[in-house]
C-alpha cells in the first residue's frame, strides 16, 4: 500500500500564504502524476493544481499566476505554494497520486485525507 500524508494546512488571512506539502510513502517504484484537489461545502471536488512526471504543470483558472505546484522527487514529495489567498480558496485541499508498483505490477490511484485551508476576509 501507499500513503500520502499532508500538511501545511491552517488559517491564514487574505492575501498571506501558506505551503502545502504531501508525502507519498510505502511500495511505490514510481510517481506517475501527482496533484492536488480541493473540495468546498457544498462544492464539488475540483483540481487545484497537478505536476507530470516529465514535469508538465497545469493549474485551476483561479490560481494561476497565484499557486505554484512542485516535486521533490527524491523524497517522493509534492508541494503546493499558496500566495495572495483569497476567501474563495477556503476548502479541505487533497493530495493525490497516480503510482507504479511493481508487487502487484501496474498503476494505482491514492489520496490524502485531506488538509484544512481557511482564508479569512
Known amino acids: 500500500q501507499v500513503q500520502l500524508v499532508e500538511s501545511g494546512g491552517g488559517l491564514v488571512q487574505a492575501g498571506g500564504s501558506l505551503r502545502l506539502s504531501c508525502a507519498a510513502s510505502g511500495s511505490i517504484f514510481s510517481i506517475n502524476g501527482m496533484g492536488w484537489y480541493r473540495q468546498a461545502p457544498g462544492k464539488q471536488r475540483e483540481l487545484v493544481a497537478g505536476i507530470r512526471s516529465g514535469g508538465n504543470l497545469n493549474y485551476a483558472d483561479s490560481v494561476k499566476g497565484r499557486f505554484t505546484i512542485s516535486r521533490d522527487n527524491a523524497k517522493n514529495t509534492v508541494y503546493l505554494q499558496m500566495n495572495s489567498l483569497k476567501p474563495e480558496d477556503t476548502a479541505v485541499y487533497y493530495c493525490?497520486?497516480?503510482?507504479?508498483?511493481?508487487?502487484?505490477?501496474?498503476?494505482?490511484?491514492?489520496w490524502g485525507q485531506g488538509t484544512q485551508v481557511t482564508v479569512s476576509s
Open positions: 493525490n497520486a497516480f503510482v507504479s508498483r511493481r508487487l502487484p505490477p501496474g498503476e494505482y490511484n491514492y
